[in-house]
């Protein structure tokens, strides 16, 4: 017996394109001018952002660091597509979601030193972006627990009368675990507010995404959970922004869920501890370089009119000095205060927590090593 599928027609097997890879408009997107320019300022300050963190990492300034080069139109467009009451459950790449909402720049590269300018005060590896501000909650470098998460906060404000939605993220990888089946399980029963994004980016770090299913896409697994699923170009940052957008929107009628595939590339490294040429041909690389997402926006900004040699040399200049004043200013941050060890435990510290913070206060402080550890 041979199974029938779905023509390329169907959301859930074709692929929802705006921008062809030359950067013509195949439908209208319903964007403004200055919502366009921004975007394209977001994903080049992503760009830039990642290039001069990873050198800082290169540095030994900070242990770790996971860019985003090729994907930066999923986290951009969804940033763009949400509310600011939606809530954000993001992946390594996806952090920048709060950039775009808002987040300031030097809080968040704080993040990577954590020092007393880093919201999560140190207690979380580098590259776990979150802020409570812009309701972004910080990821597990185990995969895929963040996917129930966003089910259950989706569902809680459903509860309170809120129209607000939760948006998962996770790697095609994360499709193999349990926590993405029981998620997509109970929202589907549920009827929960939640916009669930699968960055297929190609790779689960060393494997291949034809290695985690057999399934024809990931998007056709929303069938089994009785809900929509659509595969978009994730190099289109207009396409994804429209998928995401018609989703929430979907979603705060009570429409239930959405499974998005976003089709992308991780150009970099999983992260500034992996070396992808171990398991990956640099010509794979080489033919998704010709499919940037930058150069694509780009391509279609200057056609319309809204971008030239001149503006993107100014950005560029502009970026520049920004990101510069951002890592100055973070890696300049004190230290974390040891009293906050006590915080965020209790709503209400209990007593012994109390007792043993006046214990602390009263313990002299241990002496710093010097670097030759004496």
């Known amino acids: 017996m041979s199974l029938t599928l779905a023509s390329a027609d169907d959301p859930m097997f074709g692929l929802l394109r705006v921008l062809t890879d030359e950067g013509d408009v195949s439908r209208d997107p319903n964007v403004d001018d200055a919502t366009l320019k921004r975007m394209y300022r977001e994903l080049r300050r992503l760009r830039t952002l990642d290039e001069k963190m990873l050198i800082v990492q290169r540095q030994g300034r900070i242990g770790f660091y996971g860019e985003v080069k090729g994907q930066e139109a999923t986290p951009v467009a969804t940033g763009f597509a949400l509310r600011a009451d939606d809530w954000v459950f993001p992946g390594l790449r996806e952090g920048a979601v709060m950039l775009v909402r808002g987040f300031p720049l030097a809080t968040y590269v704080a993040q990577c ?34 996917i129930p998460q966003a089910v259950g906060t989706a569902w809680a404000m459903r509860k309170q009368g809120k129209d607000s939605v ?55 697994k929303a069938i089994a959970y009785g809900m929509p699923g659509v595969r978009v170009d994730g190099n289109d940052v207009l396409a ?25 590339y991780r150009i970099g490294a999983h992260s500034s501890s992996d070396d992808p040429t171990r398991y990956r041909d640099q010509a794979e690389v080489e033919a998704w370089l010709k499919k940037d997402p930058l ?25 520049d000095a920004e990101i510069r004043a951002a890592i100055a200013e973070a890696e300049a941050a004190p230290a974390v205060e040891r009293a906050t060890l006590f915080d965020d435990v209790y709503a209400e510290q209990p007593w012994h927590l109390r007792e043993q913070a006046e214990a602390m206060e009263r313990a002299p402080v241990a002496p710093a090593h010097d670097a030759g550890g004496h």
């Open 240 to 264: 994804v922004y429209c998928a995401v957008r018609d989703a929430a929107e979907r979603a705060r009628q009570g429409g239930g869920p959405t499974l998005i595939e976003s089709v992308t």
């Open 113 to 146: 030193w954590g020092n007393g300018l880093d919201v999560q005060k140190g207690r979380q590896m580098p590259s776990h972006f979150s802020g409570r501000s812009v309701n972004q909650v910080s990821w597990s470098s185990c995969i895929g627990p963040q």
């Open 166 to 220: 939760a948006v998962a993220f996770f790697g095609d990888g994360a499709t193999s675990q349990p926590d993405f089946h029981n998620a997509l399980n109970l929202a589907g029963v549920w009827k929960a507010p939640v916009v669930f994004v699968c960055q297929n980016n190609h790779w689960a770090i060393s494997i291949p995404s034809s290695q985690q299913t057999a399934a024809p896409t990931f998007a056709s």
């Open 295 to 319: 150069d694509r926006f780009r391509r279609f900004l200057v056609a319309y009119g809204l971008h030239d040699e001149a503006r993107e040399a100014a950005m560029q200049s502009e970026i």
